[in-house]
């Protein structure tokens, strides 16, 4: 209960502190925004469309993020499993990065995020399927196949950013799509990812009985009338929906997804009833905490992605740290 | 019934909230290309971008022309009593005029051979190594594309044994020229190398150690270059690679016809600042978002030095050491409040925060080009100044 009201509190501070800093001083926005809301101008104006939507943006993509790891550390039951364990971050990310080289994005907006959820799903797709073919889909084949895939993407990856290595044009387009970054989000980039957001986070909401059951061992859950297929499924689906978003909206977030869950359920237990929903509150009050501090301290040279992994690079290091202490001394 | 309206839920939000976004967000786009700048100052000569192209390709005849052009045109503002007109110093237009019609009457045999009695043999690279050269005729192998820019307006096809595929690939360089030259730098091996025996090869400071051992070991001799940051850098390693490859007297017109060529522009920005109609301005650069050239970039040299040639005319150029572009939010952009925005993109993109104000979008291959054709980068950068005082 501690830490909800914990990251609650870190989440309205964050959000305050998004919504009021910027190059702009917040009264002269401030009445700017009264005079659009009252409809005597339409102008651009920093608060409703740049900050606003980046904290909309850093909400959907922490929650997303957190929750995604959350659920498949539990369906895996492997604590270092993350987004990235079933291809479902690579294959959106090789989707994107063909976007990117054949231009489409430029056609219309809604391609990104298309292409986005679209390599997220067919990823997803072709791993259950090759699973399913070696009969039946049990989590270490998942697992397998997903790794497998996942190298095979990212290999693919490297060959295109190799063969086009030359067009820096495009490879500065895709590195800094890569890096994870909330400058010049707007509107666009919340429908892109809003709707997605919201199914995802209440298809694994909808779940977090069965995923208790679940962590009791698959055969338990089938005993339990736990139509485990069918769930797994579904929120592989969900996790697939909240990643391909977060890419399409800010890009690569490395290692969020992987070690938030971590401090969720460290602090909040295993009862997924709980840990979702904590998930949700402490992934979203982390990452607009981080786009705080960089804008904070004016740290140009980092992005979001690159803070993001720094610090749960070195988080993780510490927590192996303290359990492999933690081990010796029980013994 | 689930998975149709989960579906139903997305398409139907993406459709509704992209059917009015797309049309709302876009900008006033001025095409470069289509602008006719030239007549604002009709009693000048006007500076066509093929030919200016042309002379920076090494065509010595035309860079004389043009030198000669904008001295006559710098003594025309002067009389129209137009104040802080800059000239070519005296001793240059000079060493101009003597080596385009010593380039001009000579056989290609006696200029080689002037060539060789003026050139120094040795020359010191930005590592501060010597090298030196002493053939009349050398192999050249550039690495970067900064210098076969430079080598290529410099020297004969038959001198440069192989090209970096970002040249090959370019629509900045002559066909002609390129089309002699088959091999792509890149895709050189060590036999490859050993049969057509480079003289010179031209390197990058970051070039991968093992690569210059095989130089080494090959005994190519290696010039090394460092990040050009500024023109005089430019024109210093023009010189240098001139004296390399046996052609100082062309390098040394080149070089004159930057500095001329750069003066020229300068006056015509200071011409039309006379009835000033811009306050600000703003170079952007837009790959996946929006970023701003400090001063360290060339891109943003040239724009300060446009800025201090039109009177009152303010541009955001941020100072730094080691970055040459800096991100920018949509916030700071709307702040500057800019009459117009210079965007250097290879696509045209608009910025939502200015909807009304008029984007030139400029050719950013042309306006990163660490060689000569920085000239035509400031050329493209008046076009748009041009463009925007007249709207």
């Known amino acids: ?331 | 019934m689930l998975y149709i309206l989960t579906i139903a839920f997305i398409a139907g939000w993406w459709i509704t909230a992209f059917k009015t976004t797309t049309s709302s967000s876009i900008s006033v786009i001025v095409p470069l290309n289509n602008l006719e700048t030239e007549k604002l100052i009709g009693y000048l000569s006007p500076i066509q971008r093929e030919a200016l192209k042309e002379a920076l390709a090494g065509n010595t005849r035309l860079m004389l022309q043009l030198i000669n052009q904008w001295e006559t045109d710098a003594e025309a503002l002067t009389v129209q009593g137009k104040q802080n007109i800059d000239k070519l110093p005296s001793d240059k237009l000079l060493q101009a005029t003597v080596i385009g019609q010593l380039i001009r009457d000579s056989s290609p045999e006696e200029l080689q051979r002037i060539n060789n009695e003026l050139r120094s043999c040795c020359v010191t690279n930005d590592c501060g190594h010597s090298i030196c050269a002493n053939k009349i005729s050398m192999k050249l192998l550039p690495q970067t594309d900064m210098t076969a820019g430079l080598l290529l307006a410099l020297c004969d096809p038959e001198e440069i044994i192989a090209l970096p595929s970002g040249i090959m690939n370019s629509p900045l360089y002559s066909n002609k020229k390129i089309a002699n030259i088959q091999s792509c730098a890149s895709k050189l091996r060590s036999e490859q190398l050993y049969l057509l025996s480079p003289d010179i090869a031209c390197l990058a400071y970051y070039t991968h150690p093992s690569t210059k051992e095989l130089y080494s070991n090959l005994s190519i001799s290696t010039y090394t270059t460092k990040n050009l940051d500024s023109i005089h850098d430019i024109q210093n390693t023009l010189i240098k690679l001139g004296h390399l490859s046996n052609h100082p007297l062309e390098a040394t017109l080149l070089s004159i016809f930057i500095d001329s060529a750069l003066i020229a522009i300068d006056n015509r920005i200071t011409a039309l600042s006379k009835t000033p109609a811009l306050k600000s301005t703003m170079y952007l650069y837009h790959h996946h978002h929006y970023m701003v050239p400090t001063n360290k970039c060339l891109s943003g040299q040239l724009m300060n030095r446009a800025v201090s040639k039109y009177q009152g005319l303010t541009c955001h150029i941020p100072d730094h050491d080691t970055h040459w572009r800096l991100p920018i939010s949509q916030e700071t952009i709307l702040q500057s409040n800019p009459d117009c925005l210079l965007l250097a993109s290879a696509t045209p993109i608009a910025t939502e925060a200015l909807k009304e104000t008029p984007v030139f979008i400029l050719d950013e291959y042309v306006q990163d080009s660490p060689n000569q054709y920085i000239v035509l980068a400031y050329y493209d950068i008046f076009q748009a100044l041009a463009a925007a005082h007249c709207l």
């Not at chain 1, 492997?78 to 090789?94: D, E, F, K, V």
């Not at chain 1, 500065?172 to 909330?182: D, K, L, N």
């Open chain 1, 1 to 331: 209960m501690k830490c909800n009201i914990f990251f609650l509190l870190l989440l309205a501070l964050s959000c305050v502190l998004t919504l009021l800093i910027g190059d702009i001083p917040f009264e002269g926005v401030w009445n700017k925004t009264i005079e659009r809301l009252q409809g005597i101008t339409a102008e651009w104006n920093p608060l409703l469309d740049e900050r606003l939507p980046r904290l909309i943006i850093l909400i959907c993509t922490g929650a997303s993020l957190a929750v995604a790891g959350a659920v498949l550390q539990s369906l895996f039951q492997n604590p270092l499993a993350s987004p990235s364990i079933l291809g479902i971050s690579s294959g959106g990310s090789l989707a994107v990065v063909l976007i990117f080289i054949l231009q489409l994005h430029l056609l219309h907006p809604l391609v990104l995020p298309l292409s986005a959820v679209g390599g997220s799903f067919l990823i997803l797709g072709v791993v259950y399927g090759l699973t399913i073919m070696q009969g039946g889909a049990p989590l270490n084949n998942l697992i397998l196949t997903g790794i497998a895939i996942s190298t095979l993407l990212i290999a693919f990856q490297s060959f295109l950013l190799y063969t086009f290595r030359d067009h820096w044009q495009l490879i500065q387009t895709i590195a800094e799509w890569e890096v994870g970054s909330t400058i010049d989000r707007s509107w666009q980039h919340v429908h892109m990812q809003l709707p997605l957001t919201i199914i995802g986070l209440l298809g694994c909401l909808a779940y977090r009985k069965e995923m208790n059951v679940m962590a009791l061992g698959e055969e338990e859950a089938k005993n339990l009338g736990v139509n485990v297929e069918k769930v797994r499924w579904r929120l592989f689906l969900c996790v697939a929906l909240l990643v391909g978003g977060s890419l399409a909206a800010l890009g690569m977030i490395a290692f969020f997804g992987l070690v938030l869950p971590h401090i969720a359920r460290r602090l909040q237990g295993t009862d997924h009833r709980k840990l979702i929903p904590l998930c949700i509150v402490a992934g979203a009050a982390v990452l607009t905490s981080l786009d705080v501090m960089l804008r904070l301290f004016n740290l140009t040279n980092l992005s979001l992605g690159s803070l993001s992994a720094i610090g749960g690079g070195i988080f993780f290091i510490l927590l192996l740290f303290k359990s492999q202490r933690r081990s010796t001394c029980r013994i």
